[in-house]
């Protein structure tokens, strides 16, 4: 029997409010504690105080609940049980271009190696830049819509080949008929006024890598000679934000075992003028000293309930900012496709290397056994993408059952290689935390949909 109702109370100062997603429609119901009882007695299982109190309820009571609960069910939105078929599609959508495998950074805990990936420190040049792009108009079908990263190491240590290949892009996605947008992800050590400049004009996203409070910064990401950088790197993407305006960006941290209390790197990042940002859970081996291990996910789902008071008092407080996983739309969010696939590495999303190489994405760059193919020599192995073509919530059995599928989709397809040694198995300890942050962001939702219709 799968989950096909989840039921939780969310308490905000001191308020509780019985929350009823049912992840099939996407939809979440606000009901008393009565009514919260009867559903979750009809599709899951009450705790001993909850069936005490529902045993407590009369038969008139559960009778009308039921009637209301079977019309929600008429109507698909609640307690249906469907499976959503899933499209195979050889079109690609997005490329990750690691313009260089070098880094001016030196992050404890990179899954990069030093922004290697166990390869030489490459830096691509022109020719496999513009190869790369072709590759991506050849293999994109009648998809409108792609989308090139620039990635590392640090691509801004590689700039002119950026430049070069925006500029390209924009000539050969014109010439196709189609519309190419561009985003970098940048430490920011190079972000000097020249660059701020072209990235502002040139990135549809820039995202930008701070671990939020300067001590917790510090102690991970140094400069090549150990040096603290925190000040430049503050400095240079505070004056980024200022000319950034309305368009898209975000601060981008990692928090490991050494910060905890990551909720406090989060709210650090807002009051240092940041409205949009995230700070995702570090995911290394369980026998580094940084690793979030299982006896640690307490403290971190604690650490989201937390952040999420603080995020919606600040929010209606005058000192709004967005926080990625905080971040849900009922109402018109991802195609079932993407609920489906997720980020569809290996499928719609590749990654190509200095040296042309192409990949699953950039976290598999350098693996031995997933190179796909090369843009240089045209090659190109479809029995690796038919692999990660299958990879969809829909054959991950430890997803069956998990209210969260399709929010993310069953996590990060090279979290679940390297930490599970399994493409099909989430990686572990990263499901709890995931489905905090979901009950979390439907908490938040409901919070300020009812404040909203106060004002």
């Not at 790369?132 to 080949?161: C, Q, W, Y």
């Not at 081996?285 to 307490?298: E, Q, R, Y």
């Not at 290996?346 to 040296?355: E, H, K, N, Q, T």
């Amino acid at each position: 029997m799968r989950l096909i109702t989840h039921s939780f109370p969310f308490t905000y100062k001191g308020e509780t409010f019985y929350l009823v997603y049912h992840p099939y429609s996407n939809s979440l119901h606000s009901v008393d504690r009565k009514a919260y009882l009867v559903i979750k007695n009809k599709y899951e299982e009450l705790s001993p105080q909850e069936l005490a109190d529902f045993s407590a309820l009369s038969d008139a009571e559960t009778k009308e609940i039921e009637s209301e609960i079977a019309e929600l069910e008429s109507q698909g939105l609640i307690g249906v049980d469907v499976t959503f078929p899933y499209k195979k599609s050889d079109v690609v959508k997005a490329l990750c271009l690691h313009v260089c495998h070098d880094c001016n950074l030196r992050c404890k805990y990179c899954f990069a190696k030093e922004g290697t990936y166990n390869t030489a420190r490459d830096y691509m040049t022109e020719e496999v830049a513009r190869a790369a792009i072709d590759f991506l108009i050849e293999k994109s079908g009648t998809r409108h819509n792609l989308e090139i990263d620039f990635f590392g190491g640090e691509p801004l240590m590689n700039m002119s080949v950026v430049k070069t290949a925006v500029e390209y892009g924009k000539t050969r996605a014109k010439e196709a008929g189609k519309e190419l947008s561009f985003t970098m992800t940048t430490n920011a050590v190079l972000l000097n006024d020249e660059n701020i400049e072209f990235l502002n004009r040139e990135m549809d996203n820039v995202v930008i890598s701070i671990d939020g409070r300067e001590e917790v910064h510090n102690r991970v990401r140094t400069t090549k000679s150990g040096a603290n950088a925190y000040g430049a790197i503050l400095s240079a993407a505070r004056k980024f934000r200022a000319v950034r305006g309305d368009k898209r960006y975000y601060i981008r941290g990692t928090f490991t075992a050494y910060n905890l209390d990551f909720a406090a790197d989060v709210l650090a990042l807002a009051d240092a003028g940041f409205d949009q940002i995230s700070v995702e859970p570090v995911v290394l081996p369980p026998d580094n000293p940084m690793a979030i291990t299982s006896d640690k996910v307490g403290t971190v789902l604690k650490e989201y309930d937390k952040l999420a008071e603080a995020y919606i008092d600040r929010r209606a407080n005058g000192k709004w900012f967005n926080f990625f996983h905080f971040m849900i739309d009922l109402e018109s969010g991802p195609c079932i496709m993407k609920r489906l696939s997720g980020c569809s590495a290996g499928c719609g999303y590749l990654a190509v290397s200095p040296i042309g190489d192409i990949y699953p994405c950039h976290q598999f760059v350098g693996e031995e056994g997933y190179r796909i193919g090369n843009v240089l020599d045209g090659s190109f192995d479809p029995s690796i993408r038919e692999t990660f073509s299958e990879i969809t919530v829909n054959n991950k059995a430890k997803c069956e059952n998990c209210f969260a599928k399709y929010y993310c989709s069953g996590g990060c397809v090279a979290a679940s290689h390297y930490y599970e040694k399994d493409l099909f198995t989430p990686y572990g300890a990263g499901c709890e935390m995931m489905k905090k942050r979901l009950e979390c962001s439907l908490g938040i939702y409901a919070v300020e949909k009812k404040y909203n219709e106060k004002r």
